[in-house]
């Protein structure tokens, strides 16, 4: 998705750009060398970035 403008929040003008991931982890923990564990995760984050000079502006997850 390409903007324009970062926003008041940014403190930026210009052209901008945002970027939407997923990510899911799967797996097995060990707990006391003795219990395993099945473990599922999930994140969703954006980061902005000013096209013109390749700056970061924002992240959140």
Known sequence: MV???GGPEFGM???TMEIET???LV???RVL?????SVKSGVN????????SGSVLGLHC
């Open 3 to 5: 903007g324009n403008g």
């Open 13 to 15: 003008s210009g052209e």
């Open 22 to 24: 997923w990510m899911k």
């Open 27 to 29: 797996g097995r923990v």
């Open 33 to 37: 060398k003795i219990f395993t564990h």
């Open 45 to 52: 984050c954006g980061v902005v970035i000013e096209v013109k």
